[in-house]
């Protein structure tokens, strides 16, 4: 008799913007501007004012000042130097060991956890971070480099609207960002690696607008997250709140216990459940038509 095939556990996806949502700041301000004699101020100003004044991608406009800025200080920006420089990011409270707590509780639930980063940073940083190991994916911007292994030109750029294409690769399972045949070709719901209602996007407000509506238009959940201390940007979370954009809001503190842990673990618990209903609907509807078909 056959071996019978055992059944894949459902794998819930933990999505993540980086600057501000796991990390107080923009990623560059922790070794990059600082190294070049800037102040952030003046470095987002600028790269605001390129923006606005050339009619340029906004996201294009922060990596070509960051070259500029380089050249002009004599700095060469290798890849090894941006890896290196991922060493100096931080993080908000309980991120070091959350990956871990959430995988553990998932394993608990009958629910495999996944996490992902959507960045509009740089993917040259994270990777030097402390929490990069924990990420199946990271989707951000990059540079190419030439045979010197020196920057010379965007590679990746991940705009605002442009994320939403890699929820697409993760929930149709295809991670080769120069494969866009597969990920434009049509598949049955039931046959995508990680279903939409299995997704959780965390971010930390308007930029990731597009990601958060999309997620939570297609039965996922969305949490908005912000300083504790901000007044101004819980306000701003809020207005997503009211306005349907999100499900949640919390505080970025991710230690056990505080209200984020307590909301993305009941998404897990409500993820589990709605896969086992979900097995058994598509189990009977396939009794149903086997039931239809005529005797050989």
């Not at 991608?57 to 922060?62: F, R």
């Not at 049509?186 to 308007?206: L, S």
Request: glycine content about 6%; charged content about 30%; proline content about 4%.
């Amino acid at each position: 008799m056959p071996k019978q095939k055992q059944k894949q556990k459902p794998i819930a996806a933990l999505l993540y913007d980086f600057d501000k949502t796991l990390s107080p700041r923009d990623m560059q301000e922790y070794g990059f501007i600082p190294g070049l004699g800037l102040t952030r101020e003046a470095f987002w100003a600028e790269a605001n004012r390129l923006q606005r004044e050339e009619r340029m991608d906004g996201i294009l406009a922060y990596m070509y000042l960051m070259l500029d800025k380089s050249r002009a200080a004599k700095q060469r920006v290798t890849r090894d130097s941006f890896v290196e420089q991922g060493k100096k990011l931080e993080f908000f409270p309980g991120v070091e060991d959350w990956f871990g707590r959430m995988n553990e509780y998932g394993a608990q639930q009958g629910v495999r956890v996944e996490h992902y980063v959507i960045s509009s940073g740089l993917r040259e940083f994270i990777e030097g971070c402390a929490i990069y190991r924990e990420f199946k994916d990271v989707y951000a911007c990059e540079f190419f480099y030439d045979e010197n292994n020196v920057a010379c030109w965007p590679k990746i750029v991940v705009n605002y609207t442009a994320k939403t294409q890699f929820l697409f690769r993760i929930n149709k399972g295809i991670s080769d960002i120069s494969n866009n045949a597969d990920v434009n070709k049509y598949t049955p719901e039931d046959e995508r690696r990680v279903p939409f209602r299995n997704m959780v996007y965390i971010g930390d407000g308007p930029t990731d607008i597009p990601c958060m509506k999309l997620v939570k238009s297609n039965g996922g959940y969305s949490v908005a997250v912000y300083p504790k201390a901000q007044k101004a940007a819980k306000a701003s979370v809020q207005g997503l709140l009211r306005d349907r954009r999100v499900d949640f809001c919390a505080p970025a503190d991710y230690s056990e216990g505080r209200e984020l842990d307590k909301l993305v673990k009941a998404m897990i618990r409500k993820i589990a459940e709605t896969d086992q209903l979900c097995a058994l609907s598509l189990k009977q509807e396939n009794e149903a038509n086997d039931s239809l078909r005529p005797l050989s």
